[in-house]
């Protein structure tokens, strides 16, 4: 097999990006996705478009999956006999949880192929450009094997060996960027109701939303199990959320979002937090 050659499978906005940083790079690159027009730009220049999965997996030795979850992958990898997974690697860079993670590299272990997790942290525009990362995790040999491939698309954070690992972080990843992202679309509706454009507030939200200085300070304190109120006390949490949730409700603006978290506050504060820092809801927030 060509060793500059590879399979994307899934087609839609990452897939489609990543065969192009591989065509871009020289690749021989098969495609297939359950939709078969998608493909029509990409062999327009120059990818093979497989017929069947069973072509596509038996195309390369590298299959690189872009699915929307696990899900989608048990329901296309099925469609080809096990035969055609023997002896490959297959990257998954399809999101889902750490479990189902293990669970499918073991699921293609049984079928002779070696799954490396992935995790894209990057969007689309991002693939192949300098300083796109994904998370990887799985056995260091394959990574290694198939290093320059996936370099081609983004730079590699290999977590460890347990095909879990680079789910789990990509997971933890999400958790912050929607929450964080949704706080930006929920104070700009404010904002607008005030009269301020989102012009206006780039700035101003660009600065409120660099946690750096903030992470810095309290990860070294809550590994040592530090939850100290001598900075930020969980009580003054309460009151400025609630001043944030009168602000919110005065503006015509939907105060579900403030108001959950002015719940959580609370809930620390009724169990004994008041005085503590917010880090102290870690231990709210564990079941």
Known sequence: MNTKSVTVIGLGPMGQAMADAYLDSGYEVTVWNRTAGRADRLVARGARRARTVEAALTANGLV??????????????????????????????????????????????????????????????????PGATTYYSGPESAIEAHRSALEVLTDIDHLGEDPGLAALFYQIGMDMFWTGILSYVHAQAVAEANGISAE?????????????????????????????????????????????????????????????????????????????????????LRR
């Open 64 to 129: 690189v999956l872009s699915l929307t979850d696990y899900d989608a992958m048990y329901a296309i990898l099925e469609q080809a006999p096990s035969a055609a997974l023997a002896g490959r690697t297959v990257a998954n860079l399809t999101s889902d949880t750490p479990e189902r993670a293990r669970q499918a590299a073991a699921w293609l272990a049984e079928r002779g192929a070696v799954q490396i997790t992935g995790g894209v942290q990057v969007p689309p525009p991002g693939i192949g450009k």
């Open 200 to 284: 206006r507030f780039l700035p101003n939200a660009v600065k409120t939303m660099d946690f750096r200085y903030f992470l810095e300070f309290y990860a070294p304190r809550i590994a040592a199990g530090n939850h100290e109120g001598d900075v930020d006390r969980l009580a003054m949490g309460v009151a400025s959320m609630e001043h944030v949730l009168h602000t919110v409700e005065a503006s015509g603006v939907d105060g579900s979002l403030p108001a959950a978290v002015l719940d959580v506050f609370r809930r620390g504060v009724a169990a004994g937090h008041g005085q503590d820092s917010l880090t102290s809801l870690i231990e709210v």
